[in-house]
């Protein structure tokens, strides 16, 4: 059974820093892309960012310039670097990662960026 668990959310003032993290844990041969997705209140889930194997990244217009996706593959964990916090970064942020030709989400975590 593989597992992807999120850590890191919480309450952060605007312009302030929060470090995700997500480890992948079960029986795991290899894991291929691994990525962030967030979902506020009333709106779908919109992909964030994206590494892959090989460590190229993508990111979503919104971010770029602020979050840094990165990974430690020797840990089979994703992490997700945000800086300069805006209140519409609120979300829960999920990771989800492309394991043994599988995807597979996490439970979310709650980022809330307020004053």
């Known amino acids: 059974q593989v597992r992807l668990v999120e850590s890191g959310g919480g309450l952060v003032q605007p312009g302030g820093s929060l470090r995700l993290s997500c480890a992948a844990s079960g029986s795991i041969l290899s894991i291929n892309s691994m990525g962030w997705y967030r979902q506020a209140p009333g709106k779908q889930r919109e992909w964030v960012a994206t590494i892959a194997s090989g460590g190229y990244t993508g990111y979503a217009d919104s971010v770029k310039g602020r979050f840094t996706i990165s990974r430690d593959n020797a840990k089979n964990t994703v992490y997700l670097q945000m800086n300069s916090l805006k209140p519409e970064d609120t979300a829960v942020y999920y990771c989800?990662?492309?394991?043994?030709?599988?995807?597979?989400w996490g439970q979310g975590t709650q980022v809330t960026v307020s004053s």
């Open positions: 989800k990662s492309s394991i043994d030709g599988r995807g597979y």
